[in-house]
């Protein structure tokens, strides 16, 4: 927890109320920090509040609880979903290399690829994580469809491109495996996008 | 720690000396039973000595520090380097599908399952899970090649096709994403061949 030194890591809570919309916006960052730097579950609701200068008893009472605060804090601090949905929209030809691209540029972003190391890392060790992940990377899709049918084909080669798309970050991001890890950004994308193309165009075509 | 009442919990050293091969047996057991359970970082020296009855001492004279403790037991506990060599083994036509089913059968199979849950669980947390997973995974093929050059196309084929199988495994074992963990085994295995068959042959040819 980098705390510096112009802004006092256990202030008082200042009377604001979280309603405000500067108090709302340090509680916000706070959260992204700490979800970041700790992962969901090390993450208190304490240490956020002490973070951003707030009572915790503000925060429950205008986020909720810690899955609430979660969710809020991705929706409003991280784009993945208007960055996956811009990428998604678009003619179908090129699909497969903009979805690719956009992903592993989530994972390259300094401050996405923070929130989501602290979200894999949560979804090895919790259920709770596991579904954060889901809901993050997939489930808050701009577009809103009901939940796929496992039997539908369509259905599978999405969860196969996005299985697929999943392990290289991690093998990129999280293992370092060299021959991923050093791999150019645009060798990458080259190297993907014509099998995440034939399972998206299976996704939508059968 | 599942000790049954057969086996009390916290049995005084025997005196057996680890060389022998029964006391050998024991430790490499109970080192295999807790990895699986605990991951590699919460399985302790201490505890694997306590269940196989020994000295920890012991176990360090003979199979040294814990790292080597843990190599030593997936090579002697776990045949995940045979039957990953079996598959790889054998006419080139078939080797997407023969590779991709004998590493998903890894998964499947409870006893390896648990193990690559565990290296998984602590590769999240640790560097040194990190490697030692990817050397369970990669390294300790049969064949002993050199390392890869990463700028190698065939080498980068290689870790494409072995990070989609990981992304897959770690979707339906570890998130437990239901449209993947779903699917049976030979759907899998027929909608993943032709993309790792791809990768294979690619990395083969370049």
Not at 11 to 22: F, I, L
Not at 92 to 106: H, I, S, V
Not at 177 to 204: E, F, K, N, T
Request: hydrophobic share 40%; net charge neutral; charged share 25%.
């Amino acid at each position: 927890m980098n705390t510096s030194p112009e802004q006092p890591k256990r202030k008082r809570p200042t009377g604001r109320r979280v309603g405000d919309s500067g108090t709302r916006d340090a509680v916000l960052d706070a959260a992204r920090d700490l979800f970041a730097e700790q992962g969901y579950d090390k993450a208190s609701m304490r240490a956020i509040a002490s973070q951003a200068g707030v009572d915790p008893a503000l925060i429950r009472h205008f986020f909720g609880d810690k899955e609430h605060l979660f969710a809020e804090t991705m929706a409003a601090r991280t784009a993945i979903p208007e960055r996956m949905g811009a990428a998604i929209a678009g003619p179908p030809e090129g699909l497969g290399r903009r979805a690719t691209d956009a992903y592993l540029r989530l994972w390259e972003d300094p401050d996405t690829r923070s929130i989501l190391l602290g979200l894999v890392r949560s979804a090895m060790t919790s259920e709770y994580g596991v579904q954060l992940l889901v809901e993050t990377m997939a489930g808050r899709m701009p577009v809103d469809t009901p939940m796929p049918d496992v039997r539908n084909p369509k259905a599978r080669s999405l969860g196969l491109a996005a299985s697929h798309l999943f392990g290289v970050a991690v093998a990129r991001h999280v293992l370092r495996l060299p021959v991923i890890a050093d791999m150019p950004h645009d060798d990458l994308v080259d190297s993907l996008a014509p099998v995440i193309q034939r399972y998206l165009a299976g996704a939508a075509t059968e």
